[in-house]
């Protein structure tokens, strides 16, 4: 259940982005994945597309719809207020970090690290206890 604060905050936020629930389309649809035969039997999942900037959200998250709709009115401000500030969301940009962290190596890198790990070697070497035959 949402707190009266909550929804109160949220008609805020939409008013101070101009978003309307009159340009609000939403449809409530089943949901899908885990969940066995209630999943299919229920509409839960919430679509809500913003028509002026043809915004889409679907929103699961949850079991009940009333905490979906919120949550996907929550989603849909999130990414209008990325859009107006001209910022990335959290998910693209830790879309874009996995992205880097996989890309291959350059030669001249992948050249450093390899002569570190030969110093590296040559430093364990010198540990070794002398043996009978130095």
């Given at each position: 259940m949402i707190s009266s604060e909550k929804k109160a905050a949220l008609q805020e936020r939409m008013a101070k982005l101009e978003i309307h629930e009159d340009d609000l389309l939403e449809k409530f649809i089943r949901g899908t994945?885990?969940?066995?035969?209630?999943?299919?039997?229920?509409?839960?999942?919430?679509?809500?597309?913003?028509?002026?900037?043809?915004?889409?959200?679907?929103?699961?998250?949850?079991?009940?719809?009333?905490?979906?709709?919120?949550?996907?009115?929550?989603?849909?401000?999130?990414?209008?207020?990325?859009?107006?500030?001209?910022?990335?969301?959290?998910?693209?940009?830790?879309r874009e970090k996995i992205r880097r962290r996989k890309r291959r190596q350059g030669s001249r890198a992948r050249a450093r690290n390899v002569e570190k790990k030969r110093q590296h070697g040559r430093k364990k070497e010198n540990r070794r206890r002398p043996t009978r035959n130095d």
């Open positions: 994945g885990s969940g066995g035969q209630k999943i299919n039997k229920t509409s839960s999942c919430v679509y809500l597309q913003h028509l002026p900037t043809k915004l889409e959200i679907k929103c699961q998250r949850d079991r009940s719809r009333e905490m979906n709709r919120y949550l996907a009115r929550v989603d849909i401000c999130q990414q209008l207020e990325n859009i107006q500030l001209g910022r990335r969301s959290e998910r693209q940009q830790a």
